[in-house]
């Protein structure tokens, strides 16, 4: 099926997943996200101002189906294990005090879920890291309006006019990306040019390649938009389309 942001709200946290579409193929074995792209946050990306921001507001839970759908299956499991932190004789213990447990969480703006992978090396003086999996938003939330765009080693974010701050939108298959000629460099540049043109209102996933203005592929494209932190306004991306 297509995805039209008329027909879907993936957004209103009321209706949790109610609206997710689940592409399954039992004879394979395969649970997956149909429409969300899925995030992978490596351990270094998480010392980012922003991610820390986003991960200050995620809510422990229950995992459940949707969880399952962004762990390997082998690993799963390890979703209803606790952790070395909460329990020592966990299955998912590593000789003692080395962990690789999973925990669930949810975004409480959006109601997606989260799983956080936890990679800790038996003793004291060892790496005891987090990672993460989600998936984007398809949309910010109903009313919102998208303000500022944010990246910063590899992740893209959306800040609204009301101060919160998102996951930028996002369809399977089209990834973002920067500081290069290609299609994840295309993708970001489209959705930016919709965003823009339709002064922050339109911020729905999705946007198609011949749509990016040239003044903001040069952007998504240039080795300065792939250095450390970079924001744009709004207004600084309705400014790209008037060069």
């Known amino acids: 099926m297509t995805y ?37 946050i490596e351990a270094p990306q998480t010392q980012t101002p922003h991610l820390q921001e986003w991960l200050s507001r995620l809510v422990r839970c229950e995992p459940n189906a949707m969880h399952c759908t962004l762990v390997e299956q082998t690993k799963i499991p390890a979703l209803f294990h606790p952790c070395v932190e909460e329990d020592k004789d966990r299955p998912s213990a590593v000789r003692g005090s080395g962990c690789v447990c999973r925990r669930a969480f949810y975004d409480p703006e959006f109601g997606l879920p989260v799983v956080g992978t936890h990679f800790k090396h038996v003793g004291e003086q060892g790496t005891d890291q987090w990672s993460y999996n989600t998936y984007a938003p398809l949309d910010l939330r109903p009313d919102d309006t998208f303000s500022r765009f944010i990246t910063g080693r590899s992740l893209f974010w959306a800040r609204t006019e009301k101060g919160l701050l998102s996951i930028l939108p996002q369809r399977n298959a089209l990834g973002y990306n920067i500081g290069y000629s290609g299609g994840g460099p295309h993708a ?42 970079n924001e744009l306004t709004l207004d600084d991306l309705k400014a790209m389309l008037q060069s």
């Open 4 to 40: 039209e942001p008329v027909d879907l709200n993936l957004t209103d946290p009321t209706k949790g997943y109610l609206h997710f579409v689940l592409y399954t193929e039992a004879r394979l074995g395969i649970a997956s996200g149909s429409l969300n792209a899925e995030v992978s």
């Open 188 to 229: 970001l540049a489209a959705y930016l040019t919709q965003v823009a043109d339709t002064d922050g209102q339109n911020t729905a996933a999705g946007a198609p390649y011949e749509k990016a203005h040239p003044a903001i592929l040069a952007w998504t494209q240039s080795e300065a938009a792939d250095r450390g932190t």
